[in-house]
Structure formats: C-alpha cells, structure tokens
C-alpha cells in the first residue's frame, strides 16, 4: 500500500515530533505543552490501532531514539509487524556495539534498555514470530557489515548471521 504525503507526514509528527517545526515563532509555552500531549496521544492510539505494516515500517523508520524504547517495543509487538520492520529496529537499536557482551549485567545501567531490546527481536525473529510480508529492508544501510562479520568471533553475545541479511 502507498502512503500518502499527508499520513506520511503524520507519521513523522507521531514519531519524531515534526509537528514542532510547524509552530510559529513565540508560541505559548503552555498551549505549546498541551499540543505535545495530544499529539503523545495520538502516537498512542496509532500504535494501539495500527492495521498498515507499511506505515508501522515508516513509523519505526521515523522513530526519534532521544524518546526511548518503549514505542519499539510496542512496534515489534504489533501483530503486523513484519521481519523487515524488526529487523530495521534491531540495527537502528545498534546491535554492533552489544556484539561480544556476556550479559546485560556487564553493562552500564543506561546500555541495558538497548540490548533488552535487540535480544527480545532476535529470540522473536529468529522463532520465526514475524511476519514474511512484502517490506524490504537491507541492514547494510546501517553499518558496514563486513565489520561486523569479522568481530563475530569469540565470546559472547553475538549477531545472527540471519539478522545480517537483506529483506526482500
């Protein structure tokens, strides 16, 4: 399905706050707080009622990573959330950096959030819990995987060779 110029910009509204840009100069800082609150609330509901893979792809695409995990959590849990869409989550979440921990107590309290994350997509994505569908997405346009390949050696957590591989 095609996603329109406007419900794609509602999306980047929804994800990163666009919306913001929109705003003319001096605008109130207390009508500014409550359009902030609407606008929370209809990410809410988009997540809640999301019925389009496209547009929860486009969504995580979007997704400003200053705002937490949470919304990712919510994406991969989504019924139509296809393995392209996980798999775009996993490298935007920096699976790279996580290569080679032996668990999430050797890391930093503010680390922990990220691999959490990566390790709930690859039991989900490598139990075949996601969708096939017809997204695409190719990890190569994260990072150079080569790298990453040749730090898969050793002790570990390591990156499934399955989850370094394009889709569709």
């Given at each position: 399905m095609t996603i329109s110029t406007e419900?794609?910009?509602?999306l980047a509204n929804i994800a990163n706050d666009e919306w913001v840009d929109c705003l003319p100069a001096g605008f109130a800082k207390a009508?500014?707080?409550?359009?902030?609150?609407?606008?929370?609330?209809?990410r809410r509901e988009f997540l809640a009622n999301v019925s389009d893979a496209a547009?929860?792809?486009l969504?995580?695409?979007l997704w400003n990573w200053d705002s937490g995990m949470?919304?990712?959590?919510?994406?991969?849990a989504a019924p139509i959330c296809e393995r392209a869409t996980a798999?775009?989550?996993?490298?935007?979440?920096?699976?790279?950096?996580?290569q080679g921990c032996q668990n999430a107590d050797d890391l930093a309290e503010y680390e922990r959030d990220g691999f959490a994350l990566i390790r709930a997509i690859e039991a989900?994505?490598?139990?075949?819990?996601?969708?096939d569908g017809s997204l695409r997405y190719d990890p190569?346009?994260?990072?150079?995987?080569?790298?990453v390949r040749a730090a898969a050696s050793g002790a570990g957590w390591l990156i499934p060779t399955e989850m370094l591989e394009p889709i569709g």
């Amino acid at each position: 399905m095609t996603i329109s110029t406007e419900r794609a910009q509602f999306l980047a509204n929804i994800a990163n706050d666009e919306w913001v840009d929109c705003l003319p100069a001096g605008f109130a800082k207390a009508r500014f707080e409550a359009l902030g609150a609407e606008w929370d609330k209809k990410r809410r509901e988009f997540l809640a009622n999301v019925s389009d893979a496209a547009e929860l792809h486009l969504f995580a695409d979007l997704w400003n990573w200053d705002s937490g995990m949470d919304e990712m959590y919510r994406v991969i849990a989504a019924p139509i959330c296809e393995r392209a869409t996980a798999l775009l989550v996993f490298w935007r979440a920096s699976p790279d950096y996580y290569q080679g921990c032996q668990n999430a107590d050797d890391l930093a309290e503010y680390e922990r959030d990220g691999f959490a994350l990566i390790r709930a997509i690859e039991a989900k994505f490598m139990a075949g819990d996601f969708a096939d569908g017809s997204l695409r997405y190719d990890p190569n346009e994260m990072c150079d995987l080569s790298a990453v390949r040749a730090a898969a050696s050793g002790a570990g957590w390591l990156i499934p060779t399955e989850m370094l591989e394009p889709i569709g």
